[in-house]
Nanobody, 121 residues
Framework: QVQLVESGGGLVQAGGSLRLSCAAS????????MAWYRQAPGKQRELVAK???????NYADSVKGRFTISRDNAKNTVYLQMNNLKPDDTAVYSC???????????????WGQGTQVTVSS
């Protein structure tokens, strides 16, 4: 069984910062990639940032220069540092990871429960 648990969401004023964390636990053999997605009310879910096992990253254009994704491989944890937040960043942020577990021995995508980020103007 693999679980992803997010933390760090909340309410912040425009221009402020938040740091999200997502820890993967369970029978993990390897993690190929970890990513953050977000979904605002009435909108489709979108990829915010992704980091692969080699450390390469990519970001949505709307967050480039403001958000930074990083990963602690020893802790199976991914972080999203969000600076200069804007009201348009308000959404539920969810963590996703592509994991090979000891039980399945194949890559599968796992999701966290999501954490609310609200940016007030």
């Amino acid at each position: 069984q693999v679980q992803l648990v997010e933390s760090g969401g909340g309410l912040v004023q425009a221009g402020g910062s938040l740091r999200l964390s997502c820890a993967a636990s369970g029978s993990i053999l390897s993690i190929a990639a970890m990513a953050w997605y977000r979904q605002a009310p009435g909108k489709q879910r979108e990829l915010v940032a992704k980091i692969i096992s080699g450390g390469s990253t990519n970001y949505a254009d709307s967050v480039k220069g403001r958000f930074t994704i990083s990963r602690d491989n020893a802790k199976n944890t991914v972080y999203l540092q969000m600076n200069n937040l804007k009201p348009d960043d308000t959404a539920v942020y969810s963590c996703s990871a592509r994991i090979v577990s000891h039980t399945r021995l194949m890559e599968s995508d796992y999701w966290g429960q999501g954490t609310q980020v609200t940016v007030s103007s």
